[in-house]
């Protein structure tokens, strides 16, 4: 069985109701069928039933093998919603659907290693040791509350060891004294352990005692054996911490006088050599570690994003952070390679310059769709259904009828909606009987008249001038190439050819400076009006006038051509301007 993952359902940018309520609808569907496929293979589970069951499961068919059995679908919406579809999901009591700018994978969908953050004060032997346990190359530091510090990696542990010379090293780290006891393998005879060496150098008392008060200074961690006088000197001369070295006790004179002077002692069973090697290793691992500049993601970054900048540095791992700056984990370039791809299902759509940022990067299952075929590729088979019908609600209908699965109310509300919309009351031309008994049987199951519910719903969607110019271009505005000549298509239909023409005048400065922004070869607006079944169409572009007239024999006066009978962009103005455009470029 596969393992759980979840996978998008998502219609075009600019989406229209279709796209909405399809992604919805068809992420119900998806989830019912992946729970009665569960079901009856329970219940073949079951040697009373189970010759019952191999008769009544169906053949393994479509998305059912890619898919498994633990997904979750999430619909979602690839840009704002038109007020016409805000009034279905209102009238059907459905929530907007999670909006899903892109796809791309993101560090949450890679690989993340739980490398455990550390205090800051833990040695550097400590760290070296949990290094190698963890079998890790750089160290997290992190404060009481999680949240990162610095980071220390296995070349700044060997430069430390190798390149550092100065003798009081140990005390500009302000090393604890349970460092250097841990790392000692030594007792506290005289002392606090929970102070720290902070002043002074670490020396090795090798010379007799009378020659030693010429080099050991105030403060001075002096390394010695178990002569009495060497002890005795070392006090004397202001020692702050003597190592006695290869003894299992000190006198009880040594102690006293220590204690007088202020001299910590401390007691191992190592000898000079080994003490004079590991004291270092004692040092606090926040003294090694880099705290500036550190490159940190978080898990919503987007991976195409991050590999650029992990590109360019050469750190062997990288940290991740919540939105609050807690640690998590850490990854590398290598967890790049493996990361999985997110999941996605279209609707309504196969045109890679209509679909959700990144879409390249994301692992497309199915395409459900109505329209002509587009520019998207696929490095995989996929499941891809599509029908010349006027709605992708209208497939997605059938596909409930033949995967057995009941129809809820609002679920039906939603795809006679969608039809109602794509078809224009079924007057575009796109319509087909399959649309027409399609939203007939949801009108019954949803309990609505079609001719009245169409009528509040363009109603509700038109209300065109309590809109900005831009929020009616952005309301459902396509781009299509034709070998490499892109033309943009908008559109908005209306009930009254009176608020059209109040539109217009704004419409036309705002489509011809977008047409020039954008970058487009021709601009095209559709100003629809549902009644009359005509079109006012705004355009742009070098040799508009031409391309319009071997299209559909008008002329372009003022940007304006007038067009009766087209309702219909992907039916009737898309396929004519595309003929259109070849016969110009076969000339």
């Not at 990067?361 to 395409?367: K, R, V």
């Not at 599509?386 to 609002?410: L, R, S, Y």
């Not at 023409?501 to 705002?510: G, H, L, T």
Request: net charge negative; aromatic share 6%.
């Amino acid at each position: 069985m596969a393992e759980k993952r979840t996978v998008y359902i998502v219609g075009h940018k600019n989406p229209d109701t279709d796209s909405i309520c399809s992604a919805i609808s068809y992420a119900y569907l998806k989830t019912q069928t992946q729970e009665k496929r569960r079901k009856l293979l329970k219940m073949a589970e079951d040697p009373q039933t189970e010759k019952t069951m191999k008769e009544a499961a169906p053949e393994p068919e479509d998305e059912k093998d890619i898919l498994g059995l633990d997904n979750q679908f999430v619909a979602c919406r690839a840009g704002a919603l038109s007020a016409e579809t805000q009034y279905v999901l209102d009238r059907f009591h459905f929530q907007q659907p999670r909006y899903l700018e892109n796809i791309g994978t993101r560090v949450k969908d890679m690989e993340i290693r739980k490398t455990p953050g550390v205090d800051g004060k833990i040695s550097v032997k400590d760290a070296w040791e949990l290094m190698k346990t963890q079998n890790v190359f750089t160290l997290p530091i992190i404060d009481s509350e999680n949240h990162l510090k610095g980071l220390v990696t296995t070349n700044d542990i060997a430069k430390s060891y190798m390149d550092e010379n100065d003798p009081a090293i140990v005390s500009v780290a302000k090393t604890p004294y349970v460092n250097i006891l841990k790392t000692l393998e030594a007792t506290m005879v005289v002392g606090d352990p929970n102070a720290n060496f902070e002043h002074g150098k670490v020396v090795v008392a090798a010379a007799n005692p009378d020659v030693m008060e010429n080099y050991i200074e105030s403060n001075d961690c002096v390394i010695l054996g178990n002569r009495y006088e060497s002890q005795l000197m070392a006090i004397l001369a202001g020692a702050g911490c003597i190592i006695v070295c290869l003894e299992d006790s000190v006198s009880k004179t040594i102690q006293h006088m220590a204690q007088e002077h202020g001299t910590t002692i401390l007691v191992t069973k190592l000898d000079t050599y080994n003490v004079a090697r590991l004291i270092n290793q004692s040092m606090p691992i926040d003294f090694f570690m880099r705290s500036d500049r550190l490159m940190t993601f978080e898990m919503n970054d987007y991976t195409d994003v991050i590999q650029e900048s992990m590109l360019k540095k050469r750190y062997r791992d990288f940290p991740i952070l919540d939105k609050n700056g807690v640690y998590i984990g850490t990854i590398s370039r290598r967890n790049l390679l493996g990361v999985r791809k997110r999941a996605l299902i279209l609707v309504d759509h196969n045109e890679i310059g209509q679909a959700v940022d990144n879409v390249e990067n994301a692992e497309i299952l199915e395409i459900i769709d109505h329209h002509r075929l587009g520019s998207l590729e696929t490095v995989n088979p996929v499941y891809f259904r599509n029908e010349p019908v006027g709605c992708t609600a209208t497939i997605v209908w059938q596909m409930f009828h033949e995967k057995d699965i009941e129809i809820p109310e609002n679920i039906a509300g939603l795809l006679c909606s969608a039809i109602l919309s794509d078809t224009l009351a079924f007057r575009s031309p796109t319509c087909t009987m399959l649309d027409r008994l399609a939203a007939k049987e949801l009108a019954a199951t949803a309990g609505i008249d079609p001719e009245k519910h169409a009528k509040a719903m363009f109603t509700a969607g038109s209300k065109l001038r309590e809109k900005t110019p831009e929020e009616i271009f952005y309301n459902d505005f396509k781009t299509f190439d034709n070998d490499g000549t892109i033309m943009g298509i908008g559109q908005v239909t209306s009930m009254s050819q009176e608020e059209l023409d109040e539109i217009k005048d704004r419409m036309m400065p705002f489509i011809e400076k977008k047409y020039k922004e954008k970058g487009l070869d021709m601009a095209l607006f559709m100003l629809t009006n549902i009644i009359d079944e005509s079109t006012t169409m705004l355009c742009y572009g070098d040799d508009v006038d031409d391309i319009m007239h071997s299209a559909f024999g008008v002329r372009v006066k003022d940007n304006i051509a007038v067009m009766k009978g087209i309702v219909s962009r992907k039916k009737q103005v898309v396929p004519s301007m595309m003929d259109a455009l070849n016969c110009d470029q076969e000339l």
